[in-house]
């Protein structure tokens, strides 16, 4: 397939145009009603989870923080890198970012909603979580401020707040384009309201231009404060593993490899469910495959430099969990995201496996799976034998902790199928003005 070749003006409308007249309804259709049995498991899980309480997870001391805090971390991981690379092509100018960016960035939105959820589930009285926001309270009480749910609180909305804005602004000239060519009142009512009166002026592009561009430059900044927060909560603390300067670079290449992984999965489930080989080409593989190997190899460095602070440190309980980690009752995890995340990694150095987006989707499960455990490892290893010898004790995900995370999935599934199914999954006007400029170039 040619990367630079020019499209169509047919072949652009049908891409645009593909929530109006959708061409793969029954395979749609089964895959939101899996959503929907992901998201009935989510909804068992929460209500056992409110009628019993937070007892119901595996969390126990000395592994109070289990499954929600990995999933939180794992999610917003993944959030971290939609934006980033949407953010960051429309910053430099790369031209692969058109058909890439708006799944992408809806990615994200998503993904930072699961994130969300988990410490407000935590919390044991969910229906209490704005006591975590900045306000004072009749008695004249702020929050605590050093407690992390007050992080939490800052971060995610933050974050939440400019992904969306981002992907808001970016998609205001498809809801007008949705607008002018939906039949139905309802759609040109919803599209109409969508689009804030888009005409499509000189002026109107001129303000959009700039505002998109304030708007990444933003998202960027987030992603780079947000992870440092996070991973600066376990890297201040005296947890043996976690009190090192190495976890926010660690953290940061961390969460943009498993989201680039999860940007390929999709991209080629996209690209074969709509036969969008001419949108979504070779070249797009190419470039997440070599983003992917990049950060991919930066995450390795992490490894070897978290191993060799605990062997530099020679304090005792660093080496203690190193060992811990490499042989103890959660080597699996350690060994999991080492085999899962790097080894199927070294295919990327080869070109036909980059431009191959099944071997991609492929190689960026398994760097999901593998992030997962990495996740797993850096807070249980972490947590369950600790300075005092008293304390040890083992943690074992309970059944509902299991439920919850595969209702998550459901959470984040059923509402990207959605966006799927109601809104264009690529950008229409940056693809027509990508495929002007081809065609001028020839």
């Known amino acids: 397939m040619t990367e630079a070749r020019p499209l169509s003006r047919e072949r652009i409308d049908a891409v645009t145009d593909l929530p109006l007249g959708f061409p793969a309804p029954r395979a749609w259709a089964l895959s939101f009603a899996f959503a929907l049995l992901l998201l009935l498991c989510f909804a068992i899980a929460v209500t056992v989870l409110f009628w019993r309480g937070v007892g119901v997870f595996g969390n126990n001391i000395p592994v109070a923080w289990g499954f929600p805090i990995v999933n939180y971390i794992w999610f917003l991981g993944i959030g971290h890198a939609g934006t980033l690379i949407s953010a960051l092509l429309l910053l430099t100018g790369v031209t692969q970012r058109n058909a890439l960016n708006r799944f ?210 020679g304090e005792q309980s660093e080496l203690e969990t190193l060992h811990d980690r490499l042989s103890g009752a959660y080597a699996w995890s350690f060994w999991g995201a080492v085999i899962c995340n790097f080894v199927p990694l070294q295919l990327l150095w080869l070109r036909r496996v980059r431009r191959n987006s099944l071997l991609l989707a492929a190689i960026g499960v398994s760097v999901a799976a593998g992030m997962w455990m990495e996740r797993y490892m850096l807070i249980v290893t972490g947590l369950y034998r600790d300075h005092l010898v008293s304390s040890w004790g083992t943690f074992q995900a309970s059944l509902w902790d299991w439920a919850l995370f595969a209702g998550m999935i459901g959470v984040f599934l059923a509402p990207f199928l959605l966006f ?23």
């Open 104 to 313: 992408a960035e809806t990615m994200t939105l998503f993904a930072v909603v699961c994130a969300g959820l988990y410490p407000i589930l935590h919390l044991g009285r969910p229906w209490l979580f704005y006591w975590t926001a900045p306000y004072p309270n009749t008695m004249g009480i702020w929050p605590q401020f050093k407690s992390p749910l007050s992080w939490d609180f800052f971060a995610v909305l933050t974050y939440l707040v400019a992904s969306a804005a981002f992907w808001y602004v970016g998609a205001i000239p498809d809801f007008a384009r949705l607008r002018d060519r939906a039949k139905s009142r309802l759609g040109q009512v919803c599209y109409g309201l969508a689009a804030l009166g888009w005409r499509g002026s000189m002026r109107h592009w001129r303000r959009w231009e700039q505002a998109y561009r304030l708007c990444a430059g933003l998202a960027v900044t987030m992603v780079f404060i947000i992870t440092a927060a996070y991973s600066l909560l376990l890297g201040g603390g005296p947890i043996p593993g976690w009190h090192s300067s190495i976890f926010p670079p660690y953290f940061l290449c961390g969460a943009v490899f498993s989201g680039f992984a999860v940007v390929a999965v999709i991209m080629a489930v996209l690209r074969r469910a709509f036969r969008l080989d001419d949108i979504l080409t070779d070249a797009h593989s190419n470039l997440i495959g070599k983003l992917l190997l990049a950060v991919g190899l930066m995450t390795a460095y992490g490894y070897l430099a978290d191993i060799f602070n605990a062997l530099y440190s």
């Open 420 to 442: 799927v199914r109601l809104l264009p999954i690529i950008s229409g006007f940056e693809l027509k003005k990508a495929s002007e400029e081809a065609r001028h170039a020839r």
